[in-house]
Structure formats: C-alpha cells, structure tokens
C-alpha cells in the first residue's frame, strides 16, 4: 500500500524566514497531496492542496511543489509569521482507494521571535 | 452551515468498559472517514463509510472496534473492552462525493484515555 514519509519532523526558523517541510510517496498511482496544518488540540485544517496533473501551485506565502517522477512533493511557507507555529502533515491519496488519505508523520514548525 | 460535528470532545473510560464516539458529517455530505492520531504521531485511517454501508475497513483492528452510519442518524465508532493502547484522539472527516482528490473535513476530534 501506499507509504508517505515526511521530513524533517520538528523544524524551528526566525520569524522572517522561509521553512520548507518535504514528503516522499510510494504510490505511483496517487493523484492528491493535500497539506494540513494542526494547532495543539485542534482539528487537521486543509491549507493547500496539489493535483498530479500540476507541478507547482501557490497561495499568498504558501506554495506546493509536486515532482512525479521523483515522487517527491514540497511545502513552502515564506515570510514566516508566529501564528504559522503548528504541526504540518502531507497526504497522498491513492488512486486505487480513492478517499482513503494517507499521512505522513507530521512536522513540528516552531517559529522563533 | 455547521461544520463536522463529533461529541464527545472528551471521554475517559475504565479498561474493559466501551467507548461509543458519534460523528455529524457536514451538511449535504454523505462519505464519513474515521481516524486515529496516538500522541506525537500522525492520523491513520481506520475506517470509511456511506449510508448504511462500509466501504473500506482495512486500517480498523478486526476485534474490539466496529463502526457505524445508519441511515438516521451520526456514525458512530464503537470501541469494546478498551484498553490503555485505545487512548487517543479520534477524528471523523467528511465528504461529499468520496471521490478522489475530494477535500475531507475534520471534526474537533474525541480524545479518548483509558485509565
């Protein structure tokens, strides 16, 4: 089945600065990589997400990157605020289990003042 | 337009007792996704459900969990004869069409300890 690792798993930047979180999948079928982001004790909240017929999408200072061949997909948060402090989680939906999401581990984004 | 709706948000139980965890899927939504996060770790899939069927159950232990959506009515997960390892938080997610690349919204989560 479909394995969807994350990298790293904490990460701590100054305010300002960019932070990039990284995901690999093993599922060449997959066609979804949606991104959540989770406050301590709140729900996973959908912040972007990628398709695979796309290679890079963007909103405001938040933008994805899919390489398919590499299997590899990217996060990245620029201008880093302290409200962005949170755990992050990549998914990979499988193509042949269309709703089943799978998650990565998560990252720990701390962002110092 | 009320969101996915799970109550309770907090449930302690006894080992050996059963936890009954009840999920309201969005308005207009009919796909109902459980999930499993233990402390520190990521959310894995356990269960996926429509009206009064149960699509894909593999990421379910096959003894002690069963869940639920009938056709009145929240889905519900039911655990029996919990034990300390049951402590967790349990998210419920839903959708409208269950189709791939379909966004899935999360509840607040029930956080479950076993004592």
Redesign the interface.
């Known amino acids: 089945g479909e394995n969807v690792e994350q990298h790293p798993s904490t990460l701590s930047v100054q305010e300002g600065d960019s932070a990039v979180i990284k995901c690999t999948y093993s599922d060449s079928a997959s066609n979804y990589f949606p991104w959540y982001k989770q406050e301590l004790g709140k729900r996973p909240q959908l912040i972007i997400d990628i398709r695979s017929n796309v290679g890079e999408k963007k909103d405001q200072r938040i933008a994805v990157t899919l390489n398919k061949t590499a299997k590899h997909f990217s996060l990245h948060i620029t201008e880093t605020q302290p409200e962005d402090s949170a755990v992050y989680f990549c998914a990979a939906t499988q193509q042949s289990s269309a709703s089943k999401i799978i998650f990565g581990s998560g990252t720990r984004l701390s962002i110092r003042p | 337009n009320a969101g996915v709706m799970q109550n309770p948000r907090h449930l302690v139980r006894r080992r050996g007792q059963e936890a009954r965890l009840r999920c309201s899927p969005m308005k207009g939504h009919s ?1 109902v ?1 459980w ?1 499993r996060q233990l402390p520190e ?5 356990m269960v ?1 459900l429509q009206k009064e069927n149960i ?2 159950e ?2 379910m232990p096959k003894e002690r969990f069963s869940a639920e959506f009938p056709k009145e009515g929240p889905s519900i997960l039911r655990i029996q004869q919990v034990v300390r390892g049951d402590s967790a938080a349990y ?1 419920c997610a839903s ?1 409208q069409a ?12 029930t956080r479950l300890l076993v004592l």
């Not at chain 2, 770790?41 to 899939?45: A, P």
């Open positions: 796909h996704y999930y770790e990521g959310l894995k899939f996926y699509i894909d593999s990421g998210f959708s269950g189709t791939s690349g379909e966004t899935q919204y999360f509840g607040p989560g």
